[in-house]
């Protein structure tokens, strides 16, 4: 018998073009499961332009074109919707074309427009998958050209958003095999070559893509149509990497995304309101979250920050995600406190920012961090990872009673509370400070981490070492948390130093963090003088309880000013300070998580009408958002003289903590307090704002007992009532 003949291969020239920065998210759609996302236009393509288009995995995109024609001509979009977290459906339908695009003798007969619907149905699972349908509504028979222009260029997430680089990798030649298939590669700068498969169904033909055209090759397929015929043409898409670097199997329930997303649903509380569209902006904000979960390069999964900048994993991002989450989605916690402890810091990296007991900032897996072009595999540069780590785990215990998790990690724990006293406080005087360790590092080191986030009245920048105001409280309030798990562990003396330190914390805070009007400064520069500017710090500080309560009407009434308050939420920085800009990042927007903490933070001290403005403001602005999603931040404009929030042009959308925020507001709204040793759920002074009337909560988790609660306002009142609970748990209401 002859032995079998492998089929030639042909190739085609890769295409090396420039990679465009992005610049404008505008109308981007986002599909995503785990590692695998894709960003394209309303049209379902990816085309390179300043959105950052692409199919990525991890760090790395792995096509950069994919353009559909029907005749050469691209669709008209009647319809595009993205659906589910991994699922988008686009139709379409042609616009006016030559029947036969090859008969050159047949001038004037055409196919009129509305005549094609084109169905495009797109798919993340452990591989993209698109769908084409395209049908005959017309009365005659015709030829119909399909065509899908690709490529793949490989771009680090970093190019993307605009960071350059003395050199790249090869691009490998295009490989076509017989079958029909194509496969792009790239060699990187570490060796690691990196594929990209795209099989198709059927065979289509295959041609290099014209000179003028975005992409490398062409597919393409000829088909005549009958009245009311229809052709579906479909093209799976996945990357592979030599040598492997994934090390681990994933649950085969976790590749099915509509098992995982019913599988999240199904172990959060249910929350309704008798506002439906606030109801959209809850159900959202789950999907989102379920659409953010991903898995690391050991196979741990967390909640990745934000597509498509901060698809992977934030130390800061994971911990107020939960914190925002842990009332109704207490595994997010579970999950964000152990693969943090996992990678926390050992040893002094300067490169890294890294020390031992420390939390990490970033993870990242592309080229240019396993190359070391950047520093963040991982990055230890974030002041507030560690005590906020703490503090999770101090609030994870209260919803769980899982004294099992705090053994665990008190390791951890005690790792973390050294990294505070001989790190954090690098000169000694009680503050926790930063500055960084090398020119690569991030300057600023708080959540507010742009360059020109902390600056003076005359619009300096303050010099590090920094001591932000938030940070302070994080660290009183970490000290305070381990403080009550150390007493429960039967650890006296470290509970009692532990208070001890924290209520020094306060008192100092007290002394040199007030401006002369009683209201909170951002920061200590490094001469540790008061940087006498307002912005939104002072939330998360009242949201620790840091603040002193005799401090606390000065410090609400200065976020509560036309100034810092935008009619949709709180601005970063006050309108009234010289350097204020509306579109500045951290210089004058609004972020919703940041809205949501200092909202916690004012309901804490009692401002419940403050805390109210914002909670209100903040769910009015998301029911006007695409899809009722709450983007990282959005422009700092009045809402009186723009009529609806104003999006921001590469914020992330989905993000983490934007996705947390609406559950916070609504834990905050109904005062929930937990302590699953005791098996007791608290409702301190619940408050519903004047546009609801009326909130279900089920599944309530407190420990392994559950509840549901009904909250009801009439006549600006709140009551409360238990609908089920289990037996043991007892719920306490006060009003």
């Keep these: 018998m002859e032995p ?25 759609q986002v599909l995503k499961h785990l590692d695998m996302f894709l960003v394209s236009d309303a049209f379902g393509d990816i085309h390179p332009d300043s959105r950052g288009m692409g199919l990525y995995d991890g760090d790395t995109r792995i096509l950069s074109c ?15 919707d993205p659906g589910g977290s991994w699922r988008g459906v686009v139709t379409a339908t042609n616009p006016e074309f030559r ?27 452990e591989a993209y998958r698109e769908h084409l349908d395209v049908q005959n509504h017309g009365p005659i028979t015709f030829a119909c050209d399909v065509e899908v222009e690709l490529d793949a260029d490989y771009a680090d997430i970093f190019e993307v958003r605009g960071y350059s680089r003395p050199a790249r990798g090869e691009l490998l030649p295009i490989e076509a095999s017989a079958d029909g298939g194509l496969v792009f590669g790239y060699v990187g700068l570490d060796g690691v070559t990196v594929r990209t498969h795209v099989a198709f169904d059927p065979a289509p033909v295959l041609q290099p893509a014209r000179d003028e055209q975005g992409g490398s090759v062409v597919a393409r397929w000829t088909s005549k149509l009958r009245p009311g015929e229809q052709r579906r043409i479909a093209w799976t898409v996945h990357a592979t990497r030599d040598p492997v670097q994934t090390v681990y199997a994933l649950d085969p329930d976790a590749l099915d995304p509509a098992h995982a997303h019913a599988s999240w649903l199904s172990k959060s509380s249910v929350i309704e309101t008798d506002h439906e569209l606030i109801n959209q902006v809850i159900r959202r904000s789950l999907d989102d979250l379920c659409l953010l979960e991903s898995t690391d390069p050991l196979g741990d999964r967390f909640i990745a920050a934000g597509v498509p ?13 939960s914190l925002q989450t842990v009332s109704f989605a207490p ?4 999950e964000s406190l152990e693969i943090l402890a996992k990678r926390q810091a050992t040893a002094v990296d300067a490169w890294r920012d890294a020390e031992p007991g420390k939390i990490l900032h970033e993870l990242r897996t592309g080229e240019m961090s396993r190359t070391g072009e950047l520093p963040f595999a991982p990055y230890y540069g974030s002041i507030d990872s560690t005590p906020l780590w703490l503090i999770l785990l101090g609030e994870t215990h209260d919803w769980t009673g899982d004294d099992a998790l705090v053994d665990r990690l008190w390791p951890n724990a005690l790792a973390a509370l050294d990294w505070i006293d001989q790190w954090g406080d690098r000169d000694g005087d009680g503050f926790v400070e930063y500055e960084r360790r090398a020119e690569t590092g991030l300057r600023n080191q708080g959540w507010k981490d742009s360059i020109d986030s902390i600056r003076w009245l005359d619009g300096s920048l303050a010099e590090t070492p920094i001591a932000l105001a938030e940070v302070q409280g994080y660290v009183f309030d970490a000290k305070r948390r381990i403080a009550r798990l150390a007493r429960r562990r039967g650890e006296a003396d470290l509970a009692e130093r532990l208070e001890n330190e924290a209520l020094e914390l306060q008192r100092r805070f ?10 909170i400064a951002m920061a200590l520069d490094g001469a540790k003088r008061t940087v006498d500017t307002i912005g939104s710090n002072a939330g998360h500080a009242l949201w620790s309880g840091i603040v002193l309560a005799e401090h606390a009407e000065a410090a609400a009434a200065a976020l509560g000013t036309g100034a810092m308050v935008s009619g949709w939420g709180l601005r970063t920085y006050a309108a009234d300070q010289p350097g204020y800009n509306p579109i500045g990042y951290h210089t004058g927007t609004v972020w919703p998580h940041d809205t949501a903490i200092a909202a916690a933070g004012l309901r804490r001290y009692g401002f419940d009408d403050a805390a109210d403005t914002l909670s209100s403001g903040m769910l009015a602005a998301a029911q006007r958002f695409p899809a009722f999603r709450l983007p990282e931040l959005f422009c700092g404009f009045d809402r009186a003289s723009t009529g609806s929030p104003i999006a921001y042009p590469v914020a992330c959308s989905p993000q983490a903590w934007a996705a947390g925020a609406s559950l916070m507001l609504i834990r905050t709204m109904l005062g929930l307090q937990a302590d699953a040793t005791n098996r007791r759920l608290t409702l301190d002074r619940p408050i519903l704002p004047a546009d609801l009337t009326k909130v279900v909560v ?15 306002r009439w006549r600006g009142l709140t009551s409360a009532e238990v609908l089920r609970k289990d037996a043991g748990l007892e719920v306490v209401v006060r009003l």
């Design 99 to 125: 029947k036969d695009p090859g008969d050159k003798m047949g001038g004037d007969e055409r196919i009129l427009r509305q005549t094609i619907s084109v169905g495009r149905e797109r798919t993340i699972a």
């Design 66 to 80: 994919s353009v559909l024609r029907i005749a050469g001509e691209r669709p008209v979009v009647l319809h595009s």
């Design 331 to 334: 595994r997010l916690a579970i």
């Design 4 to 28: 079998a003949v492998s089929a030639p291969v042909r190739t085609f020239p890769a295409r090396p073009r420039p990679v465009v920065k992005a610049t404008d998210l505008g109308s981007a």
């Design 309 to 321: 900048w901060f698809t992977t994993l934030f130390g800061r991002d994971s911990l107020i995600t």
């Design 698 to 712: 089920r599944g309530l988790r407190v420990g392994d007992a559950s509840c549901d609660l009904l909250l009801h």
């Design 510 to 519: 007290a002394e040199h963090f007030r401006l002369p009007d009683g209201s």
